[in-house]
Nanobody, 120 residues
């Protein structure tokens, strides 16, 4: 069994910052790409940022310069540092990981989501 558990969401004022964390646990052999997506009410889920095992990153245009994705391979954890938050960043944020389990089977896994609300 593999689990991804997010933490760090909450309520923040416009212009503020939050740091999300997502820890993967279970029968993991190796984690490849990791990322964050978000889904606002009434909207489709959108990809926010991704990071490869080697540390290469990609960002959605809407968050470039404000969000930073990073990871700690030793802890099987991915982070999303969110600065200069705007009301339009309000959404449920989901982490995902492409990984091989103890049987060397490769699949995508998703966390349960954490709510981020940007409001005054």
């Amino acid at each position: 069994q593999v689990q991804l558990v997010e933490s760090g969401g909450g309520l923040v004022q416009p212009g503020g910052s939050l740091r999300l964390s997502c820890a993967a646990s279970g029968s993991i052999f190796r984690i490849y790409d990791m990322g964050w997506s978000r889904q606002a009410p009434g909207k489709q889920r959108e990809l926010v940022a991704t990071i490869t095992r080697g540390g290469s990153t990609n960002y959605a245009d809407s968050v470039k310069g404000r969000f930073t994705i990073s990871r700690d391979n030793a802890k099987n954890t991915v982070y999303l540092q969110m600065n200069s938050l705007k009301p339009e960043d309000t959404a449920v944020y989901y982490c995902n990981a492409t990984l091989s389990d103890s049987r060397r089977l490769i699949n995508d896994y998703w966390g349960q989501g954490t709510q981020v609300t940007v409001s005054s």
